[in-house]
């Protein structure tokens, strides 16, 4: 359970210390000495920074409440805790989905570099095939042609 703390103007302006537990009045003695105002004080123009600062003080007070309610509610942080393991579930779902898409793909490039591979051996063995049968037939026509040169 917190203790009292204003929220609203309405509440700072009739806060004179009595809404606070003991525990408080021994950790702050000076909350003992607040009185109370009224809300047309700091409506008076002379006063609008002070206002204003009493707002920035109010809102950091009821969110700084707010965040002390859910620290002590054990509901919400067991939700909180199940809320990021159903993240971290999602999560797990989704990259394993990529790594089965990933290794899909893998095994993909992999075939087509294996049909490379395999073009590359068998055009390489055909370019050895033509290249030997080419320089044979130059082998042929120049001892053809040195039969036919002596006759001239």
């Known amino acids: ?5 204003p929220t609203r103007e309405i509440h700072f302006a009739a806060w004179n ?14 909350v003992s000495s607040i009185k109370t105002t009224r809300r ?26 707010h965040e002390q309610l859910l620290a002590t509610n054990k509901t919400s ?18 990259q394993e989905g990529e790594i089965i898409a990933l290794r899909e793909r893998m095994y993909e ?9 395999l073009a590359i051996e068998n055009n390489s063995a055909e370019h050895q095939r033509v290249v030997t ?9 120049t001892n053809l042609l040195s039969k036919v040169a002596p006759l001239k």
């Open 1 to 5: 359970m917190l203790d009292f703390y």
């Open 17 to 30: 210390g009595t809404q606070n537990c003991p525990a408080t009045h021994a950790l702050f003695p000076s």
């Open 133 to 141: 049968s080419l320089n044979s037939k130059v082998a042929n026509l």
């Open 77 to 94: 942080q067991l939700e909180k805790l199940e809320s990021k393991a159903y993240y971290w579930e999602v999560l797990a779902k989704k």
């Open 40 to 65: 047309s004080t700091l409506a008076e123009p002379y006063h609008r920074d002070l206002h204003t600062r009493v707002e920035a003080v109010l809102g950091v007070l009821r969110a700084k409440g």
């Open 109 to 117: 490039t992999e075939v087509k570099l294996r049909a490379a591979m």
